[in-house]
């Protein structure tokens, strides 16, 4: 599947090599960019599927990037590519609406598999950073929000499906372990973040950890 992406980074040929890994692997890089409020104004013209964005940029965050898209593109995913795994500067891009987090020290196929997992909306993280992120999570949901009584009521099979997301797992691996096939899955997620008025599977995973699914 071809995803249109857009690439922002301050070093022009990092910036390139990425344009052309994902070029040649079929995908339609739509724009780059080296600066963050650039990359904020070109996308909204260029409309990508996902924004692989760096960190640091010379003039503003990449959280206040990723903060600029999400208002313009509700439904853009961002893949951030940051030479730094540092553990704040993870929790802060994911808190901001990043769907994923990849270190610059990844393999080109990582990489790619990164690219077409977060287009699809997966998380995907570098390894060591996901329980990093479940952990925040965790803490956060240590006092859940008082249960409303006009809450969204899910399937049996949904909640089967919201319990093994807040655990971690990946489309696949759920399926695998329900029988299901990946698209049934994906179309369960998509009618959980429905009816819950969610925006991606971050979001969703919060949702499952205050309410203790994730046991």
């Known amino acids: 599947m071809s995803i249109r992406v857009m690439v922002v980074d301050d070093h022009p040929m990092w910036r390139e090599g ?5 070029t040649e692997a079929g995908h339609q890089v739509v724009a780059t960019s080296g600066e963050g409020r650039q990359a904020v104004r070109v996308a909204a013209a260029a409309r990508p599927d996902l ?5 640091q940029l010379p003039d503003i965050s990449g959280v206040e990037v990723i903060r600029g898209l999400r208002a313009l593109l509700p439904d853009v995913r961002v893949l951030m590519l940051s030479a730094s795994g540092e553990p704040q500067g993870v929790l802060d891009a994911v808190k901001a609406g990043a769907t994923g987090y990849l ?9 790619l598999d990164a690219v077409r997992r977060t287009a ?3 998380p995907v993280f570098t390894p060591g950073l996901a329980g990093l992120v479940l952990g925040e999570y965790r803490r956060l949901a240590a006092t859940p929000p008082a249960p409303h009584d006009d809450a969204p009521r899910l399937t ?3 909640t089967e499906v919201l319990r093994l997301v807040a655990k971690g797992l990946s489309y696949k691996q759920i399926a695998d372990r329900l029988g299901l ?6 179309n369960h997620v998509q009618n959980t973040l429905g009816k819950l008025q969610l925006h991606n599977r971050v979001e969703l ?5 205050e309410r203790g699914l994730d046991g």
Do not use: C, M, N
């Open 18 to 22: 990425v344009a052309r890994d994902l």
């Open 51 to 55: 924004v692989v964005l760096d960190l």
């Open 103 to 111: 270190v610059k020290s990844a393999a080109p196929a990582e990489f």
């Open 120 to 122: 699809a909306g997966e």
């Open 156 to 158: 049996e099979r949904e």
């Open 181 to 186: 096939s990946h698209r049934t899955v994906q």
């Open 205 to 209: 995973t919060r949702y499952a950890i």
